[in-house]
């Protein structure tokens, strides 16, 4: 069974431009989670989609955006990137939907490491 | 100040050692308590979770929780090498709604494991 696949794994941009990450989840999983990984803050929410729709969202400014399709693959995008964006970008499918209670099992990928020069 | 605190390390054992990992938390609503291994250039993989309070033993690994202390603890036994890695502990709350998706995660501890 295919994990959680997400692409590109490495990009190296520079201040101003933007980028967008795509995340594959597994064959099943509606849920779609995306976080941010740096040394200094760990892991840190960005948001939360299921079924096309997004349920949740953490303390990011409006230039961090996403998007879930129909076949639950989801992409974000971070626009006029600053240095401080450079991070390790994680996506994580779950099966929990939205009457689910109990812990949310989240499996990740292998994440996408962004460079901002 | 987080809602999870884990101190990031690195610690460094011996081969065979009894390795604690811990963190603490400060939400009273968090029910479910989680360790997540990551290797270096990969993503986290759940080790095991936990419902509210108590000891749950898989193989060399025991997790405890301590609601009344906000305190949740991971022991390794017979540490190997392989368990080389940052361990990272994850907390959500409980029930059902849009915000129950979200995982808190303490910054994790390094640890290196000599042989």
């Known amino acids: 069974k295919a994990g959680v696949t997400q692409t590109p794994r490495y990009l190296i941009k520079t201040r101003g431009q933007q980028v967008t990450l795509s995340c594959s989840p597994i064959?099943?999983?509606?849920?779609v989670s995306w976080y941010q990984q740096t040394p200094g803050q760990g892991l840190q929410f960005l948001f939360e989609?299921?079924?096309?729709?997004?349920?949740n969202k953490g303390n990011f400014p409006g230039r961090f955006s996403g998007r879930q399709f129909s076949n639950s693959r989801s992409e974000m995008n971070v626009s006029t990137l600053e240095l401080g964006d450079s991070a390790l970008y994680l996506c994580?499918?779950?099966?929990?939907?939205?009457?689910?209670?109990?812990?949310?099992?989240?499996?990740f990928g292998a994440g996408s490491r962004l460079t901002v020069l | 100040q987080k809602e999870v605190e884990q101190d990031p390390g690195p610690l460094s054992v011996p081969e065979g050692a009894i390795v604690s990992l811990n963190c603490t938390y400060s939400?009273?609503?968090?029910?479910?308590f989680m360790w997540y291994r990551q290797y270096s250039r990969k993503g986290p993989e759940l080790l095991m979770y936990?419902?509210?309070?108590g000891n749950k033993e898989d193989g060399r690994f025991t997790a405890q929780v301590d609601k009344s202390s906000k305190y949740i603890s991971l022991f390794i036994r017979d540490s190997q090498p392989s368990d080389s890695a940052t361990y990272l502990c994850?907390?959500?709350?409980?029930?059902?709604?849009?915000?129950?998706?979200?995982?808190?995660f303490g910054r994790g501890t390094q640890l290196t494991v000599w042989p």
């Open positions: 064959s099943g999983h509606r849920s």
């Open positions: 994580a499918s779950s099966l929990r939907d939205r009457l689910s209670s109990g812990a949310n099992v989240l499996t």
């Open positions: 994850a907390m959500s709350a409980n029930g059902r709604g849009s915000t129950l998706g979200r995982l808190y």
């Open positions: 936990t419902y509210s309070s």
């Open positions: 989609y299921f079924s096309e729709t997004q349920r």
């Open positions: 939400n009273s609503a968090f029910q479910y």
